[in-house]
């Protein structure tokens, strides 16, 4: 029985590999503000991320300290924003998404545990005004 060439084998590798890294998506924004969600037990795993835009809140972290201060900021992608700028956010995200999925876009709101709930009650009120009302809060799984 003849021996199996192995002479394509590098060129087939460096197809998938070439292939891997035009199709994967990097982490899209850098965190400006620091964020340690708070643990939970009951946690859903949202299915379809492409469905999704984020919203972190927290302090800024040192670095951007000197130019938003030392209060808590929303961020939405790689900037930190007020809440008039989240129907934007939104309109942004949707033109993104394919027609029939718009109605399953999802915010996911990440916050800092020392956030208090007066700012995320200003940002649910304009997601809710700007017609957003699936809302999720990201927390981490719950050791036990």
Do not use: C, W
């Not at 939970?40 to 469905?51: I, Q, S, V, W």
């Not at 989240?86 to 990440?110: A, C, D, W, Y």
């Amino acid at each position: 029985m003849p021996a199996i060439s192995t002479a394509s084998l590098p060129d087939i590798i460096f197809m998938l590999l070439f292939f891997f890294m035009v199709v994967t998506v990097m982490r899209e924004s850098s965190l400006k503000v620091a964020v340690t969600t708070p643990q939970a037990t009951e946690l859903t795993k949202l299915e379809r991320k492409t469905l999704v835009n984020t919203i972190y809140v927290g302090r800024p972290t040192e670095q951007y300290q000197d130019v938003y201060g030392k209060s808590p900021r929303m961020q939405l992608n790689d900037k930190i924003a007020d809440l008039a700028e989240i129907p934007l956010f939104l309109e942004q995200h949707k033109r993104n998404v394919p027609e029939p999925l718009r109605g399953g876009i999802t915010s996911s709101m990440r916050i800092d545990g020392d956030v208090t709930m007066g700012i995320i009650q200003d940002i649910k009120e304009r997601l809710r005004k700007a017609g957003q009302l699936k809302v999720n809060y990201s927390a981490k799984q719950r050791s036990e």
